[in-house]
């Protein structure tokens, strides 16, 4: 265990400058021991920021419980738009200089940028949420088989539309995204082969705002509904808020993504309309490898999240969906399936 050692409001606010000062891009701390062993997990945050009410929450959750289980300092940073692989990778070593351990980098654009930290600093480990092409002793590649909670997503769908028409919205067309496409469509077509599955995909790269335009998802969920689709779920970080705020205008349902979106203060009067949401718990995943580092056995290589390990679901929030007991059948037939090996779900 790290030694947590008491220092004085004054000490602990100039380091809090310092960091301010230093970093690249906007940063938050908390209270904290100036001491470079005394500092713990720091998260860089991808597109979208803090305040997604998806990917990058979930991340920040995990921080939170961190601090406050372990006691120490941590840090948090926003991307800056336009920015390069050079500032990403500044940013990290910047906290990783400062005596930050573990650093993460949330999201699979900060590939190149913890590959070139982590060799600076081979005594910190680094994590990259969504991202398994870095192999390296100090980094963890923090991935998920999120095609099998968008199966159980597909499965919700087929069981709960009227018109035989479902949507989907990813927010970039990417391979990691594709895996939310494959799984949702498997889903649909294995539990109603006479349902259509609409899909659609915001831009073609991060940079144009496929997960940070709320607008866009609102425009291409409209164009969903106005198709006869009655349940649209949405790979998109931000940009699901749009999604959201359409199915609820047009009073049918959206599915959530990541985290539980049912639950999100920010999307509480559109919750009515959100039946359930396929998620993957970043969260876990960036606190255990704090857990890691701080109990002296960092986690390395690549640590998946599947159903089997509780890392991907579905959430029960919404009363209507979790009291739908042949929805739920339905869901946990699927799910022990996929966890026998006997349904394999696709990725692409």
Not at 43 to 63: M, R, T
Not at 295 to 320: A, C, F, H, Q
Request: hydrophobic share 40%; net charge negative; proline share 2%.
């Amino acid at each position: 265990m790290r030694r947590i050692s008491r220092i004085t409001v004054a000490g602990a606010a100039t380091a809090s400058l310092a960091l301010a000062l230093s970093a690249c891009g906007g940063t938050s701390t908390s209270a904290g021991s100036d001491s470079k062993g005394d500092k713990g997990l720091a998260i860089a945050y991808d597109v979208g920021g803090k305040g997604d009410q998806s990917f990058n929450d979930a991340a920040y959750a995990g921080l939170e419980q961190a601090k406050k289980e372990f006691g120490y300092q941590t840090a948090d940073q926003e991307p800056t738009e336009g920015e390069t692989d050079a500032d990403k990778e500044q940013r990290l070593v910047s906290l990783a200089k400062q005596g930050y351990n573990p650093v993460i980098g949330v999201g699979y654009a900060y590939a190149a940028a913890v590959k070139g930290a982590a060799e600076k600093f081979p005594d910190t480990t680094f994590g990259i949420v969504d991202d398994a092409t870095i192999d390296k002793k100090n980094v963890a590649d923090l991935v998920f088989n999120e095609e099998q909670a968008s199966y159980l997503a597909g499965v919700a769908a087929a069981k709960s539309t009227e018109s035989k028409v479902v949507g989907f919205v990813g927010g970039v067309d990417i391979p990691l995204i594709h895996k939310f496409q494959a799984g949702f469509a498997q889903g649909v077509e294995d539990t109603d082969p006479k349902v259509k599955v609409l899909s659609q995909y915001l831009t073609q790269t991060a940079e144009e705002g496929g997960f940070s335009s709320p607008d866009k998802g609102r425009t291409a969920a409209e164009g969903q509904i106005e198709k006869k689709a009655d349940v649209v779920y949405a790979a998109a970080g931000l940009s699901g808020q749009g999604v959201i705020e359409a199915a609820a205008a047009n009073k049918v349902w959206a599915i959530g993504v990541d985290s539980d979106q049912y639950t999100q203060e920010a999307l509480a009067k559109y919750k009515d309309s959100i039946l359930t949401s396929a998620m993957k718990d970043v969260a876990k995943a960036v606190y255990n490898l704090a857990k890691s580092v701080e109990d002296g056995k960092p986690e390395t290589g690549i640590v998946r999240g599947d159903l089997k390990t509780g890392e991907v679901s579905l959430s029960n929030s919404n009363p209507k969906f979790a009291d739908d007991a042949e929805l739920q059948e339905a869901i946990k037939t699927a799910k022990e399936k996929i966890i026998s090996g006997e349904i394999k779900v696709k990725s692409s």
